[in-house]
């Protein structure tokens, strides 16, 4: 079963940075699209950036200029270097991955437990 784990969550001042990294493991052929998503409590989740091989990375209205999403593929990790934080950045932040196990199977998506990102002073 693919697995993916992020890491780098925590407590930030208004104006700092986190960087989050999200690895997948376990049976890969390839991975198509991977993403950061975040939610909020009371909101729905919500795409924060969304990384495709060989295309301009997307990102919410909300952090661009701020976070950038990077991706290495050798080693199946995808990192959210976020700057500038704002409380209204405060979220759990999910990793999600389409992975393909073997040539001969679909994409399917994968889903990260989850970092907690807490913006306050």
């Known amino acids: 079963q693919v697995q993916l784990e992020e890491s780098g969550g925590g407590l930030v001042q208004p104006g700092g940075s986190l960087r989050l990294s999200c690895a997948a493991s376990g049976p890969i052929f390839s991975i198509n699209d991977m993403a950061w998503y975040r939610q909020a409590p009371g909101k729905t989740r919500e795409l924060v950036a969304h990384i495709l091989s060989n295309e301009p990375t997307n990102y919410a209205d909300s952090v661009k200029g701020r976070f950038i999403a990077s991706r290495d593929n050798a080693k199946n990790t995808v990192y959210l270097q976020m700057n500038s934080l704002k409380p209204e950045d405060t979220a759990l932040y999910y990793c999600?991955?389409?992975?393909?196990?073997?040539?001969?199977?679909?994409?399917?998506?994968?889903w990260g437990q989850g970092t907690q990102v807490t913006v306050s002073s």
């Open positions: 999600y991955a389409s992975v393909r196990a073997s040539p001969h199977d679909k994409n399917v998506p994968f």
